[in-house]
C-alpha cells in the first residue's frame, strides 16, 4: 500500500523559493506549551513591531505571496498581535494565525477578526502537555478542537484548520481524525498531519557547521532517545485508506534529494457533514493553482470559508474531471434517497500530510523543495524547521555517516547565498 502512490500520477504544487503561497513571519519565540515535536526553543522574547515590519519588507522584496502564516512560539502570547494582524491585512495579504489556542478567548478573536484575520491553524495533538488535557489521546482531543472549531465558527468568516504531529505510536488514530473532520466539513477546512521528525544523537552520525564538528544537543529538536523518525507522507496515506479506501491525493511537492518524495501531499474532498461524495484530482488542482496565479499574479492559499460551502458547483465538472466524477454520481444518488439535502451545502475540505527533512544514509539531507514555510533571519530567507541552527552555530548543519566522520577535514564553509540567489530552498 505504501508504495500506491506514484508521484508522475500527481499534480506537482508550482510553489517555488521567490513565488509560493505563504510567507512564515515568526513575531516571538514565546509559548504557554511544551510541544514535544517542536522546532523552536521556548524564550521570552519578542519581536518589536519595527522588525516585524521589517521582516514584512524582506518577504515583500523576495518572494511573492498569498497569505502570511503568523507563528512563533505561539503568536498569541506577543502583546501587539492584534497590530500584527492588522499590518499584514494593510500590506495586502492574507493574515493566518497558527497557534496552539490555549490563550484564545472569543473577545480576542473577534478583535483579530476585526483587524483583517482570514483564518487559524490550530495546532493540537496528544503531545503537548496542554493543561486540563494530558494524556488524553487524538480521539479524547477531538473535544477540544471542536470547542475551538465552534468558537471560529461562532464568531464566523473565519478558515478552520487543524495540524497534529504524527508519532509512531499515534499513527493508528490518524484515520480518527480525517473521520473527525470529516463529520464536521461544515466548519472545519482542513487537516494536516506531520510526521515527527529529530536530530538523533543516536550514533549515527557526526554533525558539523562549517567544517567543525559540533555538539547538536543544544538544539530543541535534537532527541537522545531512540525514536522512531522515518514515518513517510505514504505510510500516513496508507493508514487512511485502510478506512478509507477512496482517499486520493492529487498534488505534491517534492524534496531537494529523491525525485519521488512526497513532501507535502494534498487531498481534496467534496462533501456534507458525516459523507464525503468524492474527492478532486490532479487537473482540478492544477486549474486552481494556475487559475489564481494568471488572474492574480499568485497562488492561493486560504480560501473563505464562505466559497467553500459552495462547492455544489463544483460537481457538475465531473465530466471534464475524473477525480470529481465520482463525487458527481455518488451526490445524484445521494439527492434521490434524500431530495431535500438539495437545500443543503456542499462542503470543500483539504487533508495534507507534511514529511520534513529526511537524512538519507550518505548524509544527504532531503528538504522540502519549494516549501512554503520560510521564514526571515537577518535580512535573509531561511527555512523555519530549521533556523535553530543558525541562531546556535549560525548556519546549517551538516550530516556526516559515522563511519566517514573521521575522514571528513575541516574546510572553509562556502559564502552563505543571500536572499534573490540561485540557492534552492
Same mark, same amino acid.
Given at each position: 500500500?505504501? !508504495?500506491? $502512490? @506514484?508521484?508522475? =500520477?500527481?499534480? +506537482?504544487?508550482?510553489?517555488?523559493? %521567490?513565488?509560493?503561497?505563504?510567507?512564515? &513571519?515568526?513575531?516571538?519565540?514565546?509559548?504557554?506549551?511544551?510541544?514535544?515535536?517542536?522546532?523552536?526553543?521556548?524564550?521570552?522574547?519578542?519581536?518589536?513591531?519595527?522588525?516585524?515590519? !521589517?521582516? $514584512? @519588507?524582506?518577504? =515583500?522584496?523576495? +518572494?511573492?505571496?498569498?497569505?502570511? %502564516?503568523?507563528?512563533?512560539?505561539?503568536? &498569541?502570547?506577543?502583546?501587539?498581535?492584534?497590530?500584527?494582524?492588522?499590518?499584514?491585512?494593510?500590506?495586502?495579504?492574507?493574515?493566518?494565525?497558527?497557534?496552539?489556542?490555549?490563550?484564545?478567548?472569543?473577545?480576542?478573536?473577534?478583535?483579530?477578526?476585526?483587524?483583517?484575520?482570514?483564518?487559524?491553524?490550530?495546532?493540537?495533538?496528544?503531545?503537548?502537555?496542554?493543561?486540563?488535557?494530558?494524556?488524553?489521546?487524538?480521539?479524547?482531543?477531538?473535544?477540544?478542537?471542536?470547542?475551538?472549531?465552534?468558537?471560529?465558527?461562532?464568531?464566523?468568516?473565519?478558515?478552520?484548520?487543524?495540524?497534529?504531529?504524527?508519532?509512531?505510536?499515534?499513527?493508528?488514530?490518524?484515520?480518527?481524525?480525517?473521520?473527525?473532520?470529516?463529520?464536521?466539513?461544515?466548519?472545519?477546512?482542513?487537516?494536516?498531519?506531520?510526521?515527527?521528525?529529530?536530530?538523533?544523537?543516536?550514533?549515527?552520525?557526526?554533525?558539523?557547521?562549517?567544517?567543525?564538528?559540533?555538539?547538536?544537543?543544544?538544539?530543541?529538536?535534537?532527541?537522545?532517545?531512540?525514536?522512531?523518525?522515518?514515518?513517510?507522507?505514504?505510510?500516513?496515506?496508507?493508514?487512511?485508506?485502510?478506512?478509507?479506501?477512496?482517499?486520493?491525493?492529487?498534488?505534491?511537492?517534492?524534496?531537494?534529494?529523491?525525485?519521488?518524495?512526497?513532501?507535502?501531499?494534498?487531498?481534496?474532498?467534496?462533501?456534507?457533514?458525516?459523507?464525503?461524495?468524492?474527492?478532486?484530482?490532479?487537473?482540478?488542482?492544477?486549474?486552481?493553482?494556475?487559475?489564481?496565479?494568471?488572474?492574480?499574479?499568485?497562488?492561493?492559499?486560504?480560501?473563505?470559508?464562505?466559497?467553500?460551502?459552495?462547492?455544489?458547483?463544483?460537481?457538475?465538472?465531473?465530466?471534464?474531471?475524473?477525480?470529481?466524477?465520482?463525487?458527481?454520481?455518488?451526490?445524484?444518488?445521494?439527492?434521490?434517497?434524500?431530495?431535500?439535502?438539495?437545500?443543503?451545502?456542499?462542503?470543500?475540505?483539504?487533508?495534507?500530510?507534511?514529511?520534513?527533512?529526511?537524512?538519507?544514509?550518505?548524509?544527504?539531507?532531503?528538504?522540502?523543495?519549494?516549501?512554503?514555510?520560510?521564514?526571515?533571519?537577518?535580512?535573509?530567507?531561511?527555512?523555519?524547521?530549521?533556523?535553530?541552527?543558525?541562531?546556535?552555530?549560525?548556519?546549517?548543519?551538516?550530516?556526516?555517516?559515522?563511519?566517514?566522520?573521521?575522514?571528513?577535514?575541516?574546510?572553509?564553509?562556502?559564502?552563505?547565498?543571500?536572499?534573490?540567489?540561485?540557492?534552492?530552498?
Amino acid at each position: 500500500m505504501t !508504495e500506491a $502512490l @506514484d508521484h508522475r =500520477a500527481l499534480y +506537482r504544487l508550482p510553489w517555488s523559493f %521567490s513565488d509560493n503561497i505563504i510567507a512564515w &513571519l515568526e513575531p516571538t519565540a514565546k509559548c504557554n506549551l511544551a510541544c514535544d515535536g517542536c522546532y523552536r526553543e521556548n524564550v521570552n522574547a519578542h519581536k518589536s513591531l519595527e522588525e516585524v515590519s !521589517e521582516d $514584512l @519588507d524582506v518577504f =515583500a522584496r523576495w +518572494r511573492k505571496f498569498d497569505g502570511v %502564516s503568523i507563528a512563533g512560539g505561539d503568536p &498569541l502570547m506577543h502583546p501587539d498581535i492584534v497590530e500584527i494582524v492588522r499590518m499584514v491585512a494593510r500590506r495586502g495579504h492574507k493574515p493566518v494565525l497558527n497557534t496552539n489556542g490555549h490563550a484564545l478567548t472569543e473577545s480576542l478573536l473577534r478583535e483579530l477578526k476585526a483587524a483583517g484575520l482570514v483564518g487559524f491553524t490550530f495546532h493540537v495533538d496528544s503531545k503537548q502537555g496542554r493543561p486540563g488535557w494530558k494524556d488524553k489521546t487524538e480521539l479524547e482531543l477531538n473535544a477540544l478542537r471542536l470547542w475551538l472549531a465552534e468558537l471560529v465558527a461562532k464568531v464566523g468568516g473565519l478558515a478552520c484548520a487543524f495540524n497534529s504531529t504524527v508519532y509512531e505510536d499515534t499513527l493508528d488514530q490518524v484515520p480518527d481524525l480525517v473521520q473527525f473532520a470529516q463529520d464536521h466539513i461544515d466548519i472545519i477546512h482542513t487537516m494536516v498531519f506531520i510526521t515527527y521528525r529529530a536530530a538523533m544523537m543516536d550514533g549515527s552520525f557526526d554533525y558539523y557547521q562549517a567544517g567543525q564538528k559540533i555538539d547538536p544537543k543544544p538544539l530543541a529538536y535534537a532527541s537522545p532517545t531512540q525514536r522512531r523518525i522515518d514515518l513517510s507522507s505514504r505510510q500516513v496515506v496508507a493508514r487512511i485508506q485502510a478506512r478509507f479506501p477512496d482517499f486520493a491525493p492529487s498534488a505534491y511537492l517534492g524534496g531537494t534529494e529523491r525525485p519521488n518524495s512526497l513532501k507535502w501531499l494534498l487531498t481534496g474532498r467534496v462533501g456534507v457533514p458525516g459523507r464525503i461524495f468524492g474527492y478532486s484530482g490532479p487537473r482540478f488542482m492544477e486549474a486552481v493553482q494556475t487559475g489564481h496565479h494568471l488572474l492574480t499574479g499568485r497562488y492561493v492559499a486560504y480560501t473563505h470559508p464562505g466559497l467553500l460551502a459552495r462547492s455544489r458547483w463544483l460537481l457538475p465538472l465531473g465530466a471534464l474531471e475524473s477525480g470529481l466524477r465520482g463525487a458527481l454520481g455518488s451526490y445524484v444518488r445521494h439527492l434521490t434517497s434524500k431530495p431535500f439535502d438539495v437545500r443543503q451545502p456542499v462542503h470543500f475540505q483539504s487533508i495534507m500530510v507534511i514529511q520534513p527533512i529526511d537524512v538519507l544514509p550518505d548524509g544527504r539531507q532531503d528538504m522540502c523543495d519549494g516549501c512554503p514555510d520560510v521564514t526571515v533571519h537577518e535580512g535573509e530567507l531561511v527555512w523555519s524547521c530549521r533556523l535553530e541552527e543558525r541562531l546556535k552555530f549560525g548556519g546549517l548543519i551538516e550530516t556526516v555517516p559515522k563511519e566517514s566522520g573521521e575522514a571528513h577535514r575541516a574546510r572553509p564553509a562556502p559564502p552563505r547565498p543571500k536572499p534573490g540567489s540561485a540557492q534552492r530552498h
